[in-house]
C-alpha cells in the first residue's frame, strides 16, 4: 500500500472513530434525560428527595451527613424541574457530561485525539454507571467530581515547580467531600501531592511552614460545607451530637434483628466486591459479551503494567484505587454495589489508556469499538428497564387494590409508602415482642407482612413462620434494586 494511501485509510479511520464515539456520547446523554427517574425506589432517595423542599438532618432529609453540595445541585435543578427526582438525576447528568473534559485531557497525555475520544466514550456509556446516574442518588455526582479532582492531580504533579497549583486539588477535595464523605480515602492523592512538593524546598523549615499552610487551607475549605450544615442544624454542638448518634447506629442493624453483611467470612465479602460488585456489575453492567472483552483489555492492561515504571501520578492513581478498595471492602455495605462506583470506571480507564497506548493498535481500537456497542446496547437496555415498576411500586399497587381494610408491617419500604402517600396503613417494625403487642389494635383489619420483616422475625428465634402464609412476591430489576428486588408479601393468620 502506498504512503499516500495508507496515510488516506488512517485519516477514515481516525474520523470513523471519533464521529461513532461522539454519536454514542450524544446519545447516552439524550438517553439520560428522557429515562431519568420520577419516582423513589428506596429509602435513601426518599431522603434525598425531601430534602429538596426542607433540609433537615434530624428529620433524615437527607441522612447525615448531609450531601449539602449534591442537595443544593438538585435545589437549583428543581427550580426549573419541578419533579424533585428528576431535578437529581438531571444535576448527576450535568456532572457526569463535565466530566468528558477530565477524562480527555488524561487520555491526552497517552494517546492521540482519536483514542482518547474513544476511550471518554467507553467511560460514559458504562451500563451501572448509567444506571446510576438517572436516579436521585450521590455517588455518581461524586464520580464525577472525582474525575475533576483526578485531573487536578495531575496537573500539579506536572507543574513540577509551581506550588499554587495545589490550592485547586484541595478545593475540588472539599467538594468531593460534601457531596459524599465515604469517598475519604481518596484524600491520599493530596496528602500524597504534597509529599511531592517536598523536593521543591531546600530547608526543612521552608517545607513545614508550606505544609501547615496548605493543610490548614484544606481544612477551612471542608469547613465551608461543615460549618454551614452546623448551622442549618441549629449550632456545632447540635450537629456533633446528630453525628455521633447516627454513626453509632449506621454500622448496626435495626434492633440487631438481622445478620449484618460485615458478619460473613472475609472470603465471602472479597468474593462479592471483586466478582459481583467490581467485574459483573460495575464493569460488565451484567453483559457476557463486555465482561469477556473487558477482561481481555484488563488482563492485558496489568500484564504490560508490570514492565513500566509509573511516575508520581501513576503511583497516586494506584493508591487511591487500593485504599478505596479496602474501604469498600471492610467499611462500606457490601450488598449495594452502588458502594464500589469510582472502583470500575477507574480500572477500566487506566487499561484503556494501556492497552490502546501501544502497537497494533487497530486490531485493538476494532476490539474496544466493539466493546463501547455492547455498552451502548446494554445502557439502552437497562434504562428502558428502569421505566418499569420496582418491586416495592408493584406491592404498593397491589396492597392499594385490596378493599379490605389492611395493615402491613414493613422494614425499608415503608419509607417510600409514606412518600407516595399510599391509602392504607403501614410500620415499620423491628422486633417480634412489638409486633404482637400492636397485634390487638388491629383486630379488625387483615395484617400483611413483608418478607423482610419475616426474616427478622426468624433470626429472632420467633416462630413466625406457624402463623403466616404466602401471598405473592414482586420483582424487578436486582441492578436498580440489590436489596429489594424480591418482595414477598405474607398475610399474618394466627
Not at 426518599?46 to 433524615?60: E, K, P, Q, T
Amino acid at each position: 500500500m502506498k504512503d499516500r494511501d495508507r496515510h488516506e485509510m488512517n485519516q477514515f479511520l481516525k474520523g470513523t472513530v471519533i464521529s461513532l464515539s461522539l454519536v454514542c456520547i450524544v446519545l447516552i446523554v439524550w438517553w439520560r434525560t428522557v429515562y431519568a427517574l420520577d419516582v423513589p425506589r428506596s429509602w435513601d432517595q426518599v431522603d434525598f428527595l425531601l430534602a429538596l423542599s426542607r433540609f433537615d438532618l434530624f428529620a433524615m432529609q437527607p441522612h447525615f451527613p448531609g450531601y449539602p453540595y449534591f442537595i443544593l445541585g438538585g435545589m437549583l435543578v428543581n427550580s426549573w424541574v419541578e419533579n424533585p427526582s428528576i431535578a437529581l438525576s438531571y444535576f448527576n447528568s450535568i456532572l457526569l457530561f463535565s466530566a468528558i473534559y477530565p477524562l480527555y485531557s488524561i487520555s491526552r497525555s497517552v494517546l492521540s485525539k482519536s483514542l482518547s475520544v474513544l476511550t471518554v466514550a467507553v467511560i460514559q456509556s458504562m451500563v451501572f454507571m448509567n444506571v446510576m446516574t438517572i436516579q436521585p442518588m450521590s455517588e455518581v455526582s461524586a464520580v464525577s467530581v472525582l474525575w475533576w479532582y483526578i485531573w487536578s492531580l495531575k496537573v500539579a504533579f506536572q507543574k513540577r515547580n509551581s506550588l499554587s497549583i495545589v490550592i485547586l486539588p484541595s478545593l475540588l477535595l472539599s467538594v468531593l467531600f460534601g457531596i459524599r464523605l465515604s469517598y475519604l480515602p481518596f484524600g491520599i492523592g493530596l496528602l500524597l501531592l504534597l509529599i511531592e512538593k517536598k523536593r521543591l524546598f531546600s530547608y526543612k523549615k521552608g517545607y513545614t511552614v508550606f505544609l501547615g499552610s496548605q493543610l490548614t487551607l484544606a481544612i477551612l475549605f471542608q469547613l465551608i460545607w461543615v460549618m454551614g450544615l452546623a448551622a442549618s442544624e441549629g449550632g456545632v454542638a447540635a450537629f456533633l451530637q446528630l453525628a455521633l448518634g447516627f454513626s453509632a447506629g449506621h454500622f448496626q442493624e435495626w434492633g440487631g434483628t438481622a445478620v449484618s453483611s460485615a458478619s460473613s467470612p472475609i472470603w465471602e465479602r472479597v468474593f462479592q466486591l471483586i466478582v459481583y460488585n467490581i467485574g459483573w456489575t460495575g464493569l460488565s453492567g451484567h453483559s457476557v459479551l463486555a465482561l469477556l472483552l473487558i477482561s481481555m483489555i484488563v488482563a492485558y492492561a496489568v500484564f504490560r503494567g508490570f514492565r513500566r515504571q509509573g511516575s508520581w501520578f501513576d503511583w497516586t492513581y494506584f493508591f487511591m484505587f487500593v485504599c478505596y478498595f479496602f474501604w469498600a471492602l471492610f467499611a462500606q455495605n457490601i450488598d449495594k454495589p452502588r458502594h464500589i462506583l469510582p472502583l470500575p470506571g477507574m480500572l477500566l480507564f487506566v487499561c484503556l489508556l494501556s492497552f490502546m497506548g501501544c502497537r497494533k493498535v487497530y486490531l485493538k481500537v476494532g476490539l474496544v469499538m466493539i466493546l463501547l456497542l455492547s455498552q451502548m446496547v446494554g445502557t439502552y437496555n437497562m434504562l428502558v428497564e428502569g421505566d418499569k415498576p420496582a418491586a416495592v411500586h408493584k406491592l404498593i399497587g397491589y396492597l392499594s387494590d385490596i378493599e379490605e381494610p389492611l395493615m402491613v408491617y414493613t422494614w425499608e419500604e415503608t419509607r417510600v409508602m409514606e412518600y407516595t402517600n399510599v391509602s392504607f396503613n403501614h410500620d415499620r417494625v423491628y422486633t417480634y415482642a412489638t409486633f404482637l403487642s400492636q397485634l390487638p389494635y388491629y383486630e379488625d383489619r387483615r395484617v400483611f407482612l413483608t418478607g423482610e420483616v419475616v426474616n427478622g422475625f426468624s433470626v429472632q428465634g420467633a416462630p413466625i413462620h406457624d402463623s403466616i402464609q404466602k401471598v405473592k412476591p414482586f420483582y424487578s430489576n436486582q441492578m436498580y434494586d440489590p436489596v429489594y428486588h424480591k418482595i414477598v408479601l405474607y398475610e399474618y393468620k394466627p
